[in-house]
């Protein structure tokens, strides 16, 4: 299988798992109350999700590291600004923000992408949507 878009992809593991910790009293969290979680490992079923909405956003020139040539912040305003780099960074974080809301205080529990296409197919056609909002330039 084919990674789409490495930068989505990656910002889907990091939201989902912000979403499963958000809302948690950090005051109580242990190393060993985090393991003893869930008898499935957090690590495999998030990077499931994350995996399956990866093949369900259609690859984007946008978030190619060869499209932008860079991979340090330009300026985006003024001299000298790079508009390239806005995309490469306002669509991750998008995503990783509806992932965490998506999750939030939810551990995922399975390892089969079949368990979770409702979510995936939600959050893929939240996203489509919000990015066409995003600023371009």
Known sequence: MTVHNSVLLAAAISGITAGVYDGQDFSQVTAASVAAGSSVSLRASVLVIATALDQAIPSD?????????????????????????????????????????????????????????????????????????????
């Open 61 to 137: 020139a946008t978030l190619s590291v060869a499209a932008t040539g860079v991979l340090y912040v330009l300026p985006f305003a003024g001299a000298g600004a790079d508009t390239t780099l806005i995309p490469f960074f306002t669509k991750p974080l998008c995503l990783a923000g509806i992932c965490q809301a998506a999750f939030k205080g939810r551990q995922p529990t399975s390892v089969n992408p079949a368990d979770y296409a409702t979510e995936v197919a939600g959050i893929a056609a939240v996203y489509a949507a919000a990015v066409t909002q995003l600023p371009t330039a």
